[in-house]
């Protein structure tokens, strides 16, 4: 990851402190001119302002004023019925004599990305020369651009100071890749404003990314470091006074503390949906991850409280893993198992990944295979293949195996025109042997000479395996295998 194993740093008042009480009129740092707000909803809108003070806040979409009063603590929220997809607007906030007003504002679809470092690489990741005639076509001045700060915190936050930009080659050039090429198939498809808010931190953990409130609860293995907290805090806060560092081991893979940082202070920000591409800082726990992906997206949905969003995840790509056998495969698995949540969806990047490189060059086609599970399950594009083959059932058939799948697509091929690779067979005796495999219309058949009566096959199943079955949409199946034996791990996570 970008910065694995670095300690990160943070000012202890990031760490430590919530949002002073304010005395003027002040919105939510996610509200600011060149903004996207979601379309055709009650869109929340919140800030500050004097105690007990009444707040009129009046969009000129329509020229009619809300009225809502702050509390004993100045913080006020109320929401705002947006209407289609237009603009641009202003937005006037007014507490007595204090004003204060949002500009060119445009309503539309708004997405959060987010995720480790995949997902932060910048256009600008690879050098000027590889996205080059991309980001000189980044011209799309209804496409907006909104970074989070890195910051990670033991509470929970109550704000966040971003900035939106709009999008042109400049601003293109210094965000989100996977995000850019997202957000720009979503505006060309659509026709409508599109706002991304990029909140990722390359080498973390999901655990970071959840709720104490989550993790307590279905997580003991992270109840001890979470109950260190206070304890941290206290001590942060003295080294502060003595102007010294704050202790080794505070780092953005801690649980909770992206969460109360990067995403909390989100919430309850309008959206229409999540991307998210992580997982390569949790391979060594797989098992784990099984429960731990499931409990995110969930955990998230319930902070947000405006029902399950979609939520499109990016499965890892190929890669050397050494640390210990198929840890690849079985996080991949586990995300597999990510898609019984409801309204999630997986891009499939077995194709595009570098054994020798943990960023894989190619992030456009992983915008873009996101942006066709939202055009076609978000946005009813009902016309686009939004997936690669999905193994279904197997047959056993004498001394051959054959593979259903669904999502094949206009037809199953090879992406290559070779012989399809990385399938391996076993039988009762659990020794897998590599195996022919051949397409017969809907379905794959596999054999081997060695095996006389097979059991089982697995595909892909290894750290850097970069098989070639794909749709003739070129979109590429993902590992699996159709066995449920123990695999062996180190841990035991």
Not at 47 to 63: L, R
Not at 331 to 355: C, F, H, K, W, Y
């Amino acid at each position: 990851m970008l910065v694995c194993g670095l300690l990160i740093a943070v000012t202890a008042s990031s760490l430590l402190a919530e949002q002073p009480k304010a005395t003027t009129l002040n919105l939510a740092g996610i509200f600011a001119d060149d903004m996207v707000l979601q379309r055709e909803t009650d869109a929340a809108i919140w800030g500050n302002a004097s105690a007990d003070a009444q707040v009129s806040i009046t969009p000129s979409w329509n020229g009619n004023a809300t009225l809502t009063t702050a509390d004993s603590k100045g913080h006020w929220r109320t929401s705002l019925a947006t209407p289609e997809a237009g603009g641009p607007y202003t937005i006037e906030v007014k507490s007595g004599d204090q004003s204060r007003t949002l500009t060119n504002v445009l309503v539309g679809e708004v997405w959060i990305c987010s995720g480790q470092s995949n997902m932060q690489w910048k256009l600008r990741g690879f050098g000027p020369d590889e996205f080059k005639e991309d980001v000189a076509k980044a011209n799309y001045p209804n496409i907006r651009f909104c970074d989070v700060p890195q910051n990670l915190a033991f509470k929970e936050q109550q704000d966040v100071q971003t900035k939106w930009s709009v999008c042109n080659p400049t601003t293109a050039y210094n965000f989100s890749a996977v995000a850019y090429f997202f957000g720009s198939r979503l505006h060309q498809e659509l026709d409508i404003p599109i706002g991304l808010i990029s909140t990722n931190w390359g080498g973390s953990s999901a655990e970071a990314w959840t709720s104490e409130e989550t993790l307590q609860a279905e997580f003991p293995e992270f109840a001890e470091t979470l109950a260190s907290y206070p304890g941290l805090i206290e001590e942060i806060g003295e080294l502060q006074s003595r102007s010294q560092k704050k202790p080794k081991g505070i780092n953005h893979r801690l649980p909770s503390v992206l969460y109360n940082s990067m995403i909390k202070p989100l919430i309850p920000t309008a959206i229409g949906g999540v991307i998210w591409y992580q997982g390569e800082s949790n391979v060594e726990r797989p098992y784990q991850y099984r429960k731990l992906f499931p409990a995110m997206i969930h955990d998230w949905r319930t902070q947000w409280g405006i029902g399950d969003f979609p939520f499109y995840f990016v499965q890892i790509a190929p890669f050397s893993y050494k640390t210990s056998p198929y840890p690849a495969a079985l996080l991949r698995e586990a995300q597999a198992m990510a898609l019984s949540v409801p309204n999630t969806g997986m891009a499939v990047t077995m194709d595009i990944g570098n054994e020798t490189n943990i960023h894989p060059k190619p992030k456009k086609p992983v915008g873009e295979r996101l942006a066709r599970l939202a055009l076609r399950r978000t946005y009813g594009k009902s016309d686009l293949v939004d997936s690669g083959p999905e193994y279904q059932s197997m047959k056993v058939e004498g001394d051959k195996i054959r593979l259903s799948f669904d999502h094949v697509g206009s037809g199953l091929v090879s992406r290559d025109g070779e012989e399809l690779s990385h399938f391996a067979i076993a039988g009762e005796d659990q020794n897998f042997v590599p195996a022919k495999a051949t397409i017969d219309g809907d379905t794959v058949v596999v054999r081997s000479e060695q095996v006389d009566t097979p059991v089982t096959v697995r595909f892909g199943w290894g750290n850097a395996d970069a098989p070639n079955l794909s749709n003739q949409e070129g979109l590429p199946a993902s590992s699996f295998r159709t066995d449920d034996w123990p695999v062996p791990r180190q841990d035991g996570k």
